[in-house]
């Protein structure tokens, strides 16, 4: 099977390494890809977010599965093209992929199908905004509607900043969501979906915030562990009972079935399980870690949910291991980063029993420099996670250039028993507020 893999970053960069350990993938391409994939894979000039460009790539190689990474592709159409064309795709259609390209769009979803959620609003002026926010109270969650990299959240006990960032998205020409604050650990859970049926992979938490501590504005993600040693046992099948499978049914009678990644973002409240919020695609930088642990091979699985026939899959295969994932920034992220800053010491990283993924990276001169705002990914793992995380910090000690910055305590909480999970995780309807959403009309609750 030759695969093409769309996307620059570090997700890709895992998804390439991940399909080429598969038996069953003869070939695998990326576009555009960076430095780093293209040491691992052909790398192709393309504008991933034109379908008409990538499908005429596709057809070039003769792929025969395209993974198709990021979001923006997606909410292009990109899969719709290449399945017109005649190529099996992994990643949801444009109409599927409303799942994260409005978050508005999200909620109405998650209240169709029951799903737990956060209260939220749906505002388009000022004074809708200030009346959400009054309404729901400090902390203030205020939430771009569109796609905005991870980068469009703010979550602020000030007002006033609430609103600056509310009345930026509206002189962007969009809407915000804005929601009540939902308190407890974050957990990520990727679903492999074939429209019909799904495949969770293990969970995980990232690390949004800039700086140690959770503090400063929220990026793509500084890094983040796998599997959970703090998780409820059943977490995993509650998530698919209660959130997945129930979207999944709701998205396929609206004619819009979903194939691809089904990130589920949650929180794990006082009050038990709820949805933060749905991604279309594997996230970045939990795929970096969950990845390195799989053992089942991706191209057959990824296949599959392509084909419709998750059904056939096997019980997927884990390494018996803890993986945790450090992500090095460029300098003034996640602002306006610093470009073309000299990289030095990746080998002596990998030595050292790292691997190092590439999201902002490129070639100049013949030295790999940087490109992009988060720059690498140092994935590691071991016997235990506090081994995993000694393991990964000893290969970001290798890696330096101008202005690099990373956090610090990655993984460190939960090896400090500092986590846990207040309150309960499962629905049965015997909980208030169990069925909580948010109406496409924007009121606060069914």
């Known amino acids: 099977m030759k695969t093409l893999v769309i996307g620059p970053g570090g997700r890709e960069h895992a998804l390439v390494r991940a399909l080429a350990q598969d038996s069953s993938v003869s070939e695998v391409h990326a576009a555009p890809g960076n430095a780093g994939i293209a040491q691992d894979a052909p790398c192709h000039p393309v504008d991933a977010q034109d379908p008409q460009a990538v499908t005429a790539l596709a057809r070039e190689l003769g792929a025969e599965l395209v993974v198709v990474g990021p979001e923006a592709p997606l ?38 199908g029951e799903v737990p959620t956060a209260m939220a609003r749906v505002a388009s002026t000022e004074e809708e905004a200030r009346d959400a926010l009054e309404a729901f109270g400090a902390p203030h969650v205020v939430k771009d509607d569109g796609l905005a990299a991870g980068k469009g959240v703010v979550v602020t006990d000030d007002l006033e900043e609430a609103l600056a960032h509310a009345r930026s998205c509206f002189e962007a020409g969009g809407k915000v969501v804005i929601e009540e604050f939902l308190d407890g650990p ?13 495949v969770p992979l293990e969970p995980a938490q990232d690390f949004k915030r800039i ?67 749905f991604n279309v695609r594997f996230g970045d930088p939990e795929t970096q870690a969950v990845l ?22 096997s019980p997927l295969e884990w390494a ?11 300098g003034n992220y996640p602002d306006s980063p610093r470009k073309g800053d000299p990289i030095e010491g990746i080998e002596a990283a990998e030595a050292r029993g790292a691997s190092v993924l590439h999201a902002g990276t490129a070639e100049k001169d013949g030295r790999t420099v940087t490109s992009g705002g988060r720059v690498l990914a140092v994935v590691a793992q071991g016997k235990t996670l506090a081994e995993a995380r000694d393991n990964a910090y000893a290969g970001v000690d290798e890696i330096r250039w101008e202005g690099e910055q990373h956090r610090t305590d990655i993984a460190r909480k939960a090896i400090d028993g500092e986590i846990s999970v207040a309150g309960p995780i499962g629905f049965r309807g015997d909980h208030p507020g169990d069925r909580e959403g948010a109406s496409p009309s924007g009121e606060a609750g069914l």
């Open 211 to 277: 700086f140690d501590g959770d503090s400063g504005p929220n990026t793509g993600g500084m890094g983040a562990y796998s599997p959970l040693p703090w998780a409820p046992e059943g977490l995993v099948e509650e998530i698919m009972e209660r959130v997945v499978e129930p979207t999944l049914r709701v998205m396929a009678e609206r004619g819009t079935p979903f194939v691809g990644t089904l990130f589920c973002g949650l929180a794990l409240t006082s009050r038990g399980l709820r949805v933060i919020e």
């Open 75 to 112: 909410a292009a159409g990109v899969a719709d093209a290449l399945r017109e064309a005649g190529f099996l795709v992994y990643g949801p259609s444009k109409a599927a992929a409303e799942l994260e390209a409005s978050k508005a769009f999200a909620k109405e979803v998650m209240a169709a």
């Open 292 to 313: 390195s642990r799989l053992r089942s091979p991706l191209g057959v699985l990824l296949r599959r949910a392509a084909e419709g026939r998750l059904s056939e899959q």
């Open 186 to 198: 974050e957990v990520s859970l990727f679903a492999v979906c074939d429209g019909e049926r799904a």
């Open 320 to 330: 018996p291991s803890y993986a945790v994932d450090v992500v090095m920034a460029a």
